[in-house]
T-cell receptor, first 118, second 112 residues
Framework: ETGVTQTPRHLVMGMTNKKSLKCEQH?????MYWYKQSAKKPLELMFV???????ENNSVPSRFSPECPNSSHLFLHLHTLQPEDSALYLC?????????????????FGAGTRLSVL | SQQGEEDPQALSIQEGENATMNCSYK?????LQWYRQNSGRGLVHLIL?????REKHSGRLRVTLDTSKKSSSLLITASRAADTASYFC????????????FGSGTRLLVRP
């Protein structure tokens, strides 16, 4: 257990569905991340939140909509996805903040949500 | 742009042998980290090396960093079947305090 929990673990959705991915961390961290991992491609950073504020949007299509209601929870709302959006979606957290040395950069990952878009 | 490139892309060794994976990157870094990922699961942090360090050890892991060549290597000694996984390097650049840029990874298979 890494202290980061993602639900659901698997999701199958049609292109017209609306669904949400959930991530919860119990580590007291201040930064949370969404990544996309497709087959044979490097991990792609999608969004970053620091202290609940979005600090990075890596040119992600608007059909992906993140939400961070507090420092412990992160959601990824999905609507009108395409088959090429099928991938493993990983959430991570890190201590973040201005102090703490390099340890603040270490990220802790959830087990991921395997998404299939039909 | 992609920061880290791992080499080789895939590696198959016999249990008990050593495994060496290499990573190259492009920009100045604050630190470099190695992560491990079992198939279809999340990544797990293994070890971090600062830009002013040249070598670091953790159990059977040894990491080296050559900032002049912008490269790092991960050595796993006396490998076990349970070491079978994908290994990724990730860099934190000098101008970012939080963002990790991951390489494409090395898939390691340790045969029993």
């Amino acid at each position: 257990e890494t202290g980061v929990t993602q639900t659901p673990r698997h999701l199958v959705m049609g292109m017209t569905n609306k669904k949400s991915l959930k991530c919860e961390q119990h580590l007291g961290h201040n930064a949370m991340y969404w990544y996309k991992q497709s087959a044979k491609k490097p991990l792609e950073l999608m969004f970053v939140y620091n202290f609940k504020e979005q600090t990075e949007n890596n040119s992600v299509p608007s059909r992906f909509s993140p939400e961070c209601p507090n420092s412990s929870h992160l959601f990824l709302h999905l609507h009108t996805l395409q088959p090429e959006d099928s991938a493993l979606y990983l959430c991570a957290s890190s201590p973040g903040g201005a102090s703490g040395g390099v340890a603040k950069n270490i990220q802790y990952f959830g087990a991921g949500t395997r998404l299939s878009v039909l | 742009s992609q920061q880290g490139e791992e080499d080789p892309q895939a590696l198959s060794i016999q249990e008990g042998e050593n495994a060496t994976m290499n990573c190259s990157y492009k920009t100045s870094i604050n630190n470099l980290q190695w992560y491990r990922q079992n198939s279809g699961r999340g990544l797990v942090h293994l070890i971090l090396i600062r830009s002013n360090e040249r070598e670091k050890h953790s159990g059977r892991l040894r990491v080296t960093l050559d900032t002049s060549k912008k490269s790092s290597s991960l050595l796993i000694t006396a490998s076990r079947a349970a070491d079978t996984a994908s290994y990724f390097c990730a860099t934190v650049s000098m101008d970012s305090s939080y963002k990790l840029i991951f390489g494409s990874g090395t898939r390691l298979l340790v045969r029993p």
